[in-house]
C-alpha cells in the first residue's frame, strides 16, 4: 500500500472524531463543535490516507504555530518559551493501522511544513501519566527530546514536553 497526506476536508471530521476518542487519553476527548473549532484555528490539519481509498482518512495531525489564539496549557507552555516552532496539537492513527509507518507519514509532513514556513522546532508532547511508553519511544526515534514535564487537568494527567530540531 502506498500512503498520501491532503489536507482535512468537512467530511473528515466525523471519523476524525472517532479516531481521536478512540485514542483516549494519549488525546483529550472533543466533540464535533470542539474538533471543528480546533481544525479551523489550526495552522495545518492533515489526513494520511491510502491512496486505493483516499477519502478514508486513517489517521491525522492538527498543528498550530506561535501566536495562535489557543487555551490549551501545553501549548502556552511552549509559546511561553518560544515563538519559532510548529506545535503537534494531536496526532493519531487508526487502531489496526499502527505499526505500518503511517506515524512516520505524518511527521515527514510536519518537519516539511515546518521547513517550508523556516521554523526551527517542532513541539509536542505525550503522556507520562497516564504512560504512552510506545509514543515516547517512537517520538525518541524521530529526535525528539524532553524539555520539560507538565501536571495538568487537576494532576491527574503529566506529559513530556518534546521538542525536535527542523
Known amino acids: 500500500m502506498t500512503y498520501s497526506i491532503r489536507s482535512l476536508i468537512p467530511t473528515d471530521l466525523p ?46 495531525a492538527i498543528l498550530f504555530i506561535a501566536g495562535a489564539e489557543y487555551a490549551s496549557e501545553n501549548y502556552r507552555w ?4 518560544s515563538t519559532d516552532f510548529l506545535y503537534v496539537d494531536r496526532i493519531v492513527v487508526a487502531d489496526g ?3 505500518q509507518g503511517l506515524g512516520q507519514v505524518l511527521y515527514d509532513a510536519i518537519f516539511g511544513a515546518a521547513r517550508r ?5 517542532v513541539f509536542c508532547e505525550v503522556n507520562l501519566e497516564p504512560p504512552n511508553p510506545g509514543s515516547l519511544a517512537f517520538h525518541g526515534r524521530l529526535g525528539f527530546a524532553s524539555v520539560g514535564q507538565l501536571s495538568t487537568k487537576a494532576d491527574t494527567v503529566v506529559v513530556s514536553l518534546l521538542a525536535a530540531t527542523v
Open 15 to 60: 471519523l476524525v472524531l472517532a479516531l481521536n476518542n478512540a485514542a483516549v487519553p494519549a488525546v483529550n476527548e472533543l466533540d464535533a463543535d470542539a474538533l471543528a473549532a480546533l481544525v479551523e484555528h489550526s495552522n495545518l490539519a492533515v489526513a494520511v490516507v491510502d491512496d486505493d481509498t483516499s477519502d478514508i482518512a486513517i489517521g491525522f
Open 78 to 81: 511552549f509559546s511561553s518559551r
Open 97 to 99: 493501522h499502527r505499526g
Open 117 to 121: 514556513l523556516k521554523l526551527s522546532e
